[in-house]
């Protein structure tokens, strides 16, 4: 029986451009929470709005352009499940955890260490061929990333460094298994499945394990260069659903469904780089001139790495012939 085939046609320029703009609204995304969770509401509770709005907005768009993007076959339900609960709620709740215990460019770097599991793991169990090149761009990323997050300041806790870690491979599995669900299955509607599954998990958390009650009409200060503002807790995470959550997932999706999860996740290490950027221009947290050489020196290892991408597929026929089978 023939396999099915996909969605659409690859397009790597679109991917690309794709999760840039995904890494630039999660990197201000990383200030956005932080304000936030300075105020009546637990990372728990946070990760299940985020969940509930997102899903609820991408069923809701489905609802009215691709009702029958909702049919889901057996044999979809296990991938989906495994990656609504481990590559999107488990992904987004260590985090969430390791900023609270690590400076937040320590445990973005921590976590990104996942774009050398993704493209071990696809080597290993899906044979994908990568040029020599990719790991002189992985090892450029890491080492801009270190000096982006001042990594050799300190400050690592172990309990900060375990959830760390588990970051690091949920965001493997969020990859692995976002690139492979949007072979027979578009972006929106795996967004959708995704993040409902997700905020199915975290609803029955939250009611085995309650915190307190968020007060959404509390009014919280931006802080930094924006404290002469304040807003409505409720407005704050309506902007975190739409900005820092919906949109920047559905990117990241559309990248998945046009690239390699190796190429969507070394170019999404750039989140990093923004995320100190905002800091920065937000927060009013220093960066030295290292760290803007730290962020040139990812960049240039983004580029490396995609070339070696490139030239691999060519070289090897794997670019077109590893996504159609």
């Not at 085939?5 to 200030?31: D, K, Q, T």
């Not at 061929?129 to 450029?140: C, K, N, T, V």
């Amino acid at each position: 029986m023939p396999q099915p085939s996909r969605i659409h046609e690859r397009r790597p320029g679109l991917g690309a451009v794709s999760v840039s703009f995904a890494a630039i609204l999660f990197g201000l995304n990383a200030s956005t929470v932080k304000v936030i969770l300075h105020y009546s509401i637990t990372p728990e509770q946070l990760v299940l709005l985020r969940s509930v709005f997102t899903s609820a907005l991408a069923g809701l768009i489905l609802l009215f352009t691709n009702r029958s993007a909702f049919r889901v076959t057996p044999r979809e339900w296990p991938k989906l499940i495994a990656y609504g609960v481990v590559g999107v709620a488990l992904m987004q709740f260590s985090y969430s955890n390791a900023v609270s215990n690590l400076p937040i460019g320590i445990a973005l770097l921590i976590e990104y260490t996942a774009i050398l599991m993704v493209p071990l793991v696809s080597r290993l169990l899906f044979k994908e061929r990568f040029h020599s090149r990719l790991w002189w761009g992985i090892a450029l990323v890491l080492g801009g990333l270190a000096v982006v997050s001042q990594v050799w300041l300190g400050g690592l806790n172990p309990v900060g460094l375990a959830w760390a870690i588990a970051a690091a491979i949920f965001l493997t599995v969020y990859f692995l298994i976002g690139e492979h669900t949007q072979r027979n299955r578009d972006a929106m509607s795996s967004l959708f499945y995704a993040f409902a599954i997700s905020a199915v998990f975290w609803a029955v958390v939250n009611i085995v394990h309650p915190g307190p009650t968020p007060n959404f009409f509390e009014t919280i200060n931006l802080e930094g260069n924006l404290a002469g503002m304040n807003l409505p807790l409720w407005l704050a995470l309506l902007w975190l659903g739409i900005m820092g959550s919906f949109v920047p997932m559905w990117l990241d999706f559309i990248a998945l469904g046009n690239l390699s999860a190796t190429a969507v996740g070394i170019i999404a290490t750039a989140e990093t780089v923004f995320a100190t950027v905002f800091a920065w221009a937000w927060l009013q947290e220093n960066v030295t001139a290292l760290q803007v050489m730290g962020g040139l020196v990812v960049i240039g290892g983004i580029v490396l790495a995609e070339t070696a991408r490139g030239s691999a597929a060519d070289a090897h026929g794997v670019g077109k012939k590893a996504h159609t089978n």
